[in-house]
Each structure stands twice: as C-alpha cells, then as structure tokens.
C-alpha cells in the first residue's frame, strides 16, 4: 500500500497526462487543467514544509547548542519580522518590500558577489596551462573575455569576431550535442519514473 | 616553483580598484552593438502599440546587479513602443524585483496599473503555470499581486491565454528559458525571447540559433548595447569602462601566474 | 531609498564583505537574517500568491475542488510526522507522474527534433560543416558505453576540443557576470552610499 498506491498514482498520472499531448479529449482536457492546478497547491506546500523545517531546526539549534545559539535566535527572529510584515501588506510602500529592497535583496547580491574576489585569487593561482585541452579552455576564455569588452574592439576588430564566431559556431555546436544527449537521457528517465522502474523519488525504504 | 608569496586580500585589493577606479575617473568606453541584441530591439519595434507581452522575471536578487540593467533597457522600450506588460515569475525574489521595476518604471512613464500594465505575482511550479496560462490565464491567475481579481484588470478584456500574447520575455538568470521554450514554445507556439545573464549565452545561443528564441539580450555588456540602441545612458553603459578594465585585471592575473609556473617548470 | 535605508543597506553589505578578511561574528550574523528573512519571504509569497486564492478562497467559496487541493497540501505536511510521512508520497506521486508525462512531448521536441532540424541548414557553408562535425564528435564523446580505440578514439578526441571550446566560452562569461555582481555593489557604495561617483 505504502508503495504500491504512489507507483499506481505515478503511472497513472503520467501516463494520462502524455496521452492528453497527443488525443487532446474535452474531459482529458479537464482533467488536465485540474493536474496543473493541483501541482501548483502541492509544490507550494513543500516549499512551506521548508520553511517549517528551517524553523524547527533553528528552534533545536537554539535550544541544545550554547555556541550556535545568538545565531539561530537572529534566523529566527528574522523569519517572525518578515512574515508579520507579510502578513499586513506586500504592496509598494509595505514594510515587507522595504526590507526586501533594502537587507534581502543587498545582502545576497553581496554575497554573490564575493565569487568576484574568489575568481582573482583562482586566476592568479590555479588556472594553469597543464595540458592541450586546459590549454584551449583559457585560450578561449581569453579571447571572449577581451572581445567582449569595449578595449577588445580598441586593441582589435578581430577580437570581437572572433570571440562571436567562437561562441556562435563550435560552443553552439558541443551545446547543441549536450542538449540532444541530455533530452534522450531525461526522456529516458520520465519513461522510467513512469513505468515505476526509477524509485529515488520515493525516498527512504523504497 | 611556489608563486611569490602574494596574500589573497591583496589580490581582492587588486580587483576592488580595478572596478572602483574606472567608476570614479570613467573614461566612457562605448562597444559596437552586437547582431543578438539589435535583432531582440528589432523584435520590441515590429510589436505595434496596445500589443500584450509577458514578462516573467525568472531571476534572484543575486543576480540583480546584471540582469536588473536588462531589464530596465527591455521595458523601457516597451513602454516607449506603448506596449502593455503583464509581469509574473517563477522564482520568489524575482516577484519583488520586477514588481519595484515595472511600477517605478510605469510611474514615470504614466502608465496606469490595470490598463496599461499590471503584476500576476508569483507561480511556485513553473511547469503546471507555463501550461496554464496557455489555457487560460485568469484561471492560472485569480488574483493578481495586489490581490485583486484579476478578472477585473481592463488589460485582460479580450486576452484569454498565449493566443492573445504577441511575445513572451523571460529575465533569467539560470535555465527557466529553457522551460518556457519547452512547454509554453513548443506546446503553444508562442514567441519566447530571453533577457539573460552572461553566464548563460552559451547556453542558450543554440536556441536562438534554431530560432526556438526569437530574441536573446545577456549581461551587464547587453544592458549598455540596448541603451545604446534606445539613446540612453544607464546601469549598463556606466560599467563598461570597470568592467573592461577588471577583464584586463583577470588576464593579467592568469598570464602571470602561468608565466611563474611555466619558469618554475623549466628551472626545475 | 531614504537615507536611513541607504545606510543600512550599506552596513549590511559591508558585513558581508566582512568575510574577505576573515570568518567572523559579524558576517554569519549577517548571513543568519539573509537566510531568515528569506525563507520567511518565500512564505509569505507562496502563501499569497498560491495556496490563499487557490486553496482557501475557494474552500470558503464552497468549492468542492479547493478541499481536494486542500486535503493534497495536508497530504504533504504529513511529512513532518514519523509514522504518518508516508502519505506524503501521495501528493509527491502526483507531481512527480504529471511532470514526467508532461516533460516527454517537451523535451523530445525542444531538446532533440529542434536542435536536430538546426544541425543543418538549406545553404551550407564553412560554419554549417563546423556546426555538424561538433555535434557529431560531441556526441561520440559521451558514448562511453564503446571502447576508445581506432577512429572512435579520434572522433571522441575532436569532441573534446569542441566541449573545451563550449566550456571556455562559458567560463569567459562566468568571470564577465561575476565582474558585474562586484560592480552593482561597488556603484551602490562608492555612488549611492559615499556620493563620490561622478
């Protein structure tokens, strides 16, 4: 039952809703339209089940580990002001946008942006010509780095060029390879999900 | 051979002014625009005025910093060519984002929410929503951000699904135009173009190649081309002159430091 | 943005950056509100946006559907009980059979025909023969179920050089867009916050 009911509905679902692809029936197109509606509620349900979990794991942190305490508190007590805030408004002058604007938004842009700094370091220390392939790699991370820029059309007007030829024809081309390669393989594996052969989804004792 | 001891906060010192110094002294550095973004402004000027379009800011605020500038040059294009623009996304922080843009936006172009324009908020599963709005979109959307019916925005008179929408604009930063070429392109038909971060265009150049997009802007350098094309000076145009030079900075970086190690190697 | 919110922005930002020096108090305090109020803004949104018109609007509209919706969302919080978390399987089920059935069409047409159809083009030329030989040899690269031997081996090698194009390409722009991250944050403080940008 525990295993059987969920491989029952996976196949049944997956299978009604690839046969609607194909023989667009009036009730197939009901019940279509009721699955895209209930994956919308069910997917928003998880993404709430995160949210409880966060909280609830911050909850033990703060209540077991001295050292990890002040932070969890801050977590929390950030989560409560931003969901009080939501809770009264989400609209243009709300408190909710304004601390989107002006702690969530600055601070993950921030964050991301110290990739810049570790790019730096990485450029001085570990990209390395060890080999032909390595070799290529940079050579043509070079070339679109400098033709991409305004000084590469200064330095040259074959840079830009070539950095455009480069990406349009043979990086085109190995993506193009990778996209035929991954679409086989995904459709493979939905065939798989499908047929209940492919189980991970389950999670736990399967 | 080691490399001579160089601390790495010196490095990040190096690649602050690298970006700092061409912000505070610019010397106005202006590339040629390229053939992606002139076809994409080509694509805005074909749309005639009242034309619906979407536009899904598919995007974190990580990223904002060089997608936000794309953004900025698409929509003031629409909205100078008088198109009306129903916002959405699929990624939380990307609701926020392109919710300030396109009021702030609107507001200085006197566009009316409702008629002109109007926000359908956020879609958690991007598939089932894609889907959706090709079969109806007051049933995907009931209630727009603000929480009002949608039914009773004016700019849904007589747009039902992606039949009505000329063109659908997809501000991404990872791969969700991807699914939109999947399954609103290619079930519906409806045209998609991107407006991308750098990171991407190797991606997604071979869509835009089998014209599965129709149109496709990347990075900070298609944010200042775009407001080269509309006559504007903006985010984009402003960080050419660091950007070039922290390209240059990099190079010189790597050519160094294998310079080091290549000399290393033959002393050894 | 007011002065106050100019400010704070920048503070924060300037924890953040806290980091480059070293790990300290300040930066993982500052990490922690990121991630609290991220997550609490994703609450807030999802709810909203999702289960309120969608679930519980309706369900106190009578719609008998809503309470479907509504029992598959309790169905998924089951996942926080030990014994009851298999139900959750249910709804999972549901969403993981209607993607796969809905990806099929999808991908075969987007990711394999299309792509396919563009390999070649009415008039070819030079970039057209480029185009094909890349996708082939790319290809052979990732058969790796044949042993690399003879021709084969050749072929696989040229798709090497082809990803490693694709791959160096990609890394250019990565370093481009990373750039660009420092430099939204560096305008923001140098202009916004210090005033000193002309």
Redesign the interface.
């Known amino acids: 039952m525990r295993l059987r009911l969920p491989l029952f509905l996976v196949t049944g679902f997956g299978v009604a809703l690839l046969l609607q692809y194909f023989i667009p029936l009036p009730a197939g197109q009901a019940f279509y339209s009721r699955a895209l509606e209930w994956m919308q509620v069910i997917f928003a349900a998880g993404l709430l089940l995160g949210g409880a979990n966060f909280a609830r794991l911050h909850l033990k942190r703060a209540a077991t580990r001295k050292d990890e305490r002040p932070y969890s508190l801050l977590a929390l007590a950030a989560l409560a002001t931003m969901l009080v805030a939501g809770a009264v408004s989400i609209g243009r002058d709300s408190t909710f946008l304004w601390l989107f604007d002006n702690l969530q938004a600055p601070m993950q842009q921030t964050v991301f942006s110290l990739l810049a700094f570790f790019v730096a370091t990485a450029a001085y220390r570990g990209f390395r010509l060890r080999s032909v392939e390595s070799g290529l790699l940079l050579s043509v991370a070079l070339i679109v780095m400098i033709g991409r820029i305004p000084v590469g059309e200064l330095i040259s007007p074959v840079l830009p060029q070539a950095a455009s030829w480069l990406v349009d024809v043979p990086a085109v081309a190995a993506k193009r390879g990778i996209l035929i390669g991954v679409g086989l393989g995904s459709v493979a594996v939905s065939l798989r999900v499908i047929l209940g052969v492919e189980r991970a989804w389950l999670g736990g004792s399967q | 051979m080691k ?1 001579p001891a ?1 601390d ?2 010196a ?2 010192v ?3 002014l690298a ?2 110094l061409p ?2 002294f ?1 010397i106005g ?4 625009v ?2 992606s973004t002139r076809q994409f402004h080509r694509l805005i000027e074909s749309l005639q005025p009242g034309d619906v379009i979407l536009i899904s800011f598919d995007c ?7 997608i ?1 500038p794309v953004a900025r040059a698409v929509i003031l294009h629409a909205m100078k060519r008088d198109l009306r623009i129903v916002g959405t996304s699929f990624l ?2 990307g ?3 392109g ?2 843009l396109l ?1 702030e936006l609107a507001t200085e172009h006197g566009k009316s929410y409702g008629e002109d324009w109007a926000y359908l ?5 991007y ?3 894609m ?2 709005l090709g ?2 979109i007051i ?5 727009d ?3 009002q019916p949608a039914e009773s925005l004016p700019i849904f008179a007589g747009v039902q699904s992606y039949r009505q929408i000329k063109l659908v604009i997809s501000i991404a930063d990872d791969s969700m135009p ?1 699914y939109w ?3 609103a ?3 519906h038909g409806v045209p998609i173009a991107a407006g991308l ?3 991407m ?3 997604f ?2 869509y835009l ?4 997009l129709v149109g496709l802007v ?4 298609g944010a200042a081309e775009y407001e080269q094309l509309l006559g504007v000076t903006g ?1 984009g145009t ?3 002159d ?3 030079s ?6 010189v ?2 050519v ?3 310079a080091i ?2 000399r290393g190697r033959r002393k050894s | 943005m007011s002065e106050p919110a100019i400010w704070i922005s920048a503070l924060c930002t300037l924890a953040i950056y806290s980091f480059l020096y070293r790990d300290n108090p300040v930066y993982r305090a500052a990490e922690q509100i990121l991630v609290g109020l991220s997550v609490g803004y994703l609450v807030v949104i999802t709810v909203r946006s999702t289960l309120i018109p969608r679930v519980w609007t309706p369900a106190t509209d009578g719609n008998p559907w809503a309470f479907v919706a509504a029992a598959l969302v309790l169905l998924m919080w089951t996942r926080l009980h030990p014994k009851a978390g298999w139900l959750s399987r249910l709804p999972l089920a549901l969403v993981v059979g209607a993607g796969a059935g809905l990806s099929i069409p999808a991908l075969l047409k987007a990711r394999v025909t299309s792509q396919m159809a563009a390999v070649l083009t009415p008039t070819p030329d030079f970039n057209t023969f480029v185009g094909a030989l890349g996708v082939i040899t790319t290809l052979a690269y990732f058969h790796f179920t044949r042993p690399r031997t003879g021709v084969f081996d050749g072929v696989a090698r040229v798709g090497t050089w082809y990803l490693m194009i694709f791959f160096g390409a990609t890394f250019g722009f990565t370093i481009m867009s990373r750039i660009s991250l420092l430099l939204g944050r560096s305008e923001f403080l140098l202009g916004t916050w210090l005033g000193i940008l002309p």
């Not at chain 2, 190649?209 to 599965?212: A, E, K, L, R, V």
């Open positions: 490399l160089l790495r906060r490095l990040y190096l690649l602050f970006v700092a912000l505070l610019p550095l202006v590339g040629s390229s053939k974190e605020a990580a990223s904002w910093a060089e936000g939380s922080e609701t926020a984002l919710y300030r009021s908020g956020f879609r958690p599963q598939v089932a929503a889907l959706g079969e109806s049933r995907e959307y009931p209630k951000y603000l929480e991807q070429v999947e399954y392109g290619g079930r971060s750098a990171v265009l190797t991606t150049t071979p190649d089998s014209h599965q990347s990075g900070l350098k985010a402003r960080g050419m660091a950007q070039s922290a390209h240059l900075a990099i190079i970086l790597v160094v430091g294998n190690y290549f």
